[in-house]
């Protein structure tokens, strides 16, 4: 017999009854203390060694956790609860091969099975069997289907093995059984960002946000997202919040430069580079910036920042950058081999980081998509669909090569008063990834389009003109100036075919050469070789002369070099084929107050100038790969 504080005679287990109480009401040191007493006079009391072992792995010390359930196994061996507990204690020490055979051991007993088919997916998770854990959680959930860390946990392994729509299905499901999931909120905002959905992604990060409303990330990735949506202001406000959180937070001054810099606020851009330098002097992002604003000194400080981080053990991401500022002092120096050796170490570091990961650019990937286009593409596709599409003339597409001038033509065209600018939209390309949800055919674009109705084709052009609406109202034109809209003429025919279509074309090696020597937010990973140049250029040439013997007469062509020569005959050209009457402000384009995103936003805050033209004939001797694969000599 035990006795309480009360010298009360209690037997073992009226003594046990007295520790689950204090257990269940918090008080776990007065429930071991009871549990140690109980052991003093029965050593070999199961039960009491099952809720110390339970007061042990509550408290991490596992090992006597461990030691705790195995000696109540020894005297119940099939209880399921404590052999379950025994594998957790196990999988918590390092030995997730243990823990699976006594969670499938526990589960046979029919012990908790959803928790502890929850439990068995992590550990197989431990151990790399990605579908063993996937059964294992969808086991737990038709144990119990309201089980929602399986949910959350099978959503997350669903994304890890590659299985995106599937695992934001479970995660969708979470949020909309009305369970504030921060993981789940975030993991969407996340995917829909880097989908290039901002604004979907605002709405998960907005929820986010009033769960951990000084959650500093949360706040960082909402500016990221509304700075991509247009909404500069609402990103700049998230900005100013995080700062007043942390003052000392360098990034952010940085952050807010970078968008600063895309309204054309130059100087309130390098207020802001300024006081992240000052806090923290190495940052690769603002010392980039600072080059864009500036001609910096080739032995100055910030060209020594710059080395440093080159030279230390910092990340790819940074080094690379560090390698294009440093090219960009050189440049404005007129240090022309400095400045290729730069380019060349940026753009090879980057082209072998991204090829860890598995992205790299296919020559033979890019020819065979070339030659499907244009043998789906031919004339006789259109004839047999000529009453196909929208006959809306307000979209209007431009298109080229990257550093063609395409930014320029929007401006001049968003400079007039009836038109407005969307910049770089990617609904085309999104749209053919759309064709296969929509008539559940088999095919591949480009060749799916043939499988689209008249319907079908109504839909997705609806769809397109619904988001312009997202940039204006009244406007009767709204540009979409994304480069790559060349490769994709046939299917915006098919659903605009009274659009008007742009191709800002430039010499070829102008033209590769400023692809070489900028560092694009989202790589064109053919830009970082430059025989790979070459070879891309010479695809897209064919295709463009494609393009023009399937619409004859309707492409307007647009020489970068003309433009600059002159540039009200070249202007006045672009607002007639948009179908706009003239307007003297479109020369005035670079006054015209809208964000520019992409990396020519110095240049068009600035008027028309000539310093581009033939801007790689000092770096020649560097050029030969490209020059062999346009078949130039010098």
């Known amino acids: 017999m035990l006795e309480n504080k009360k010298t009360k005679k209690l037997t073992p287990d009226e003594a046990l009854l007295e520790a689950e109480k204090n257990l269940k009401n918090g008080n776990n040191s007065e429930a071991e203390k009871i549990c140690q007493l109980i052991l003093s006079s029965d050593p070999n009391h199961i039960k009491t060694h099952h809720v110390l072992g339970g007061l042990m792995m509550l408290s991490g010390r596992l090992k006597l956790a461990e030691k705790h359930f195995r000696l109540a196994l020894e005297g119940d061996p099939t209880n399921g609860f404590t052999i379950a ?121 907005e929820k986010a946000r009033k769960i951990s409303p000084k959650n500093l990330n949360v706040n960082l990735i909402l500016a990221k997202a509304y700075n ?24 952010g001054y940085s952050d807010q430069a970078s968008i600063q810099e895309n309204l054309g606020e130059f100087e309130k851009a390098e207020k802001n580079i300024k006081t992240c330098l000052a806090l923290q002097p190495e940052s690769p992002y603002a010392l980039y910036l600072l080059t864009l604003i500036h001609t910096l000194p080739m032995d100055g400080p910030e060209a020594k ?169 009244d406007a009767t034109k709204i540009t979409n100036k994304l480069p790559g809209n060349f490769m994709f003429i046939g299917l915006i025919r098919l659903l605009f075919p009274e659009a008007p279509l742009i191709h800002c074309r430039r010499n070829p090696m102008d033209n590769c050469f400023s692809c070489f020597t900028t560092n694009f937010a989202k790589s064109h990973h053919y830009s970082l070789d430059l025989a790979d140049l070459g070879f891309y250029w010479k695809q897209y040439e064919r295709i463009m002369e494609h393009w023009d013997k399937v619409f004859p007469g309707e492409i307007l062509h647009l020489d970068y070099e003309t433009t600059v020569e002159a540039p009200e005959a070249s202007a006045k050209k672009i607002i007639e084929h948009c179908g706009l009457t003239w307007d003297p402000v479109c020369l005035e384009f670079h006054k015209t107050k809208r964000p520019i995103m992409t990396a020519s936003k110095r240049q068009v805050r600035q008027p028309i100038y000539k310093t581009s033209v033939e801007r790689w004939r000092p770096y020649e001797k560097h050029l030969q790969p490209l020059m062999k694969e346009l078949g130039i000599t010098g």
């Open 305 to 473: 920042s710059l080395n440093k981080i080159i030279n230390s053990d910092n990340s790819n991401p940074a080094k690379i950058l560090s390698y294009f500022s440093l090219a960009k002092i050189a440049q404005d120096n007129h240090q022309y081999d400095e400045t290729m050796e730069h380019y060349i170490a940026g753009n090879t570091l980057r082209r072998n980081t991204e090829a860890q990961d598995g992205v790299t650019f296919d020559r033979e990937r890019y020819l065979n998509q070339i030659e499907r286009i244009i043998k789906t593409f031919d004339r006789k596709f259109f004839d047999e669909r000529l009453d196909y599409g929208e006959t809306t003339q307000q979209p209007v597409f431009i298109g080229g090569m990257p550093r063609s001038g395409t930014t320029l033509t929007e401006q001049i065209i968003a400079s007039h008063p009836k038109a407005s600018g969307a910049g770089e939209l990617l609904d085309i390309p999104l749209t053919s990834q759309f064709i296969i949800k929509l008539t559940g055919s088999e095919n591949r674009f480009p060749e799916n389009t043939a499988d689209l109705s008249k319907e079908n084709v109504t839909t997705l052009s609806k769809r397109y003109l619904k988001t312009l609406e997202n940039f204006s109202q």
């Open 85 to 205: 507990n025994l594998a957790t204690v196990l999988f918590h020490q390092g030995h997730p091969e243990e823990a699976i055979s006594l969670y499938l051991r526990a589960i046979d007993l029919k012990a908790d099975v959803a928790g502890i088919y929850d439990l068995l997916g992590q550990a197989y998770l431990a151990i790399g069997e990605g579908e063993k854990a996937l059964d294992a959680f969808d086991k737990a959930l038709v144990s119990d289907p309201s089980y929602k860390k399986a949910r959350e946990n099978l959503a997350k392994t669903h994304i890890e093995q590659g299985n995106k729509n599937k695992g934001l299905a479970h995660f969708n499901k979470l949020i909309h059984e009305g369970e504030d999931n921060f993981d789940a909120l975030m993991t969407l905002g996340h995917f829909y960002l880097e989908s290039d959905f901002p604004g979907k992604s605002t709405q998960y990060f």
């Open 228 to 251: 991509s949506c247009g909404l500069h202001q609402l990103a700049l406000e998230h900005l100013e919040y995080v700062l007043m959180l942390r003052p000392e937070y360098a990034q």
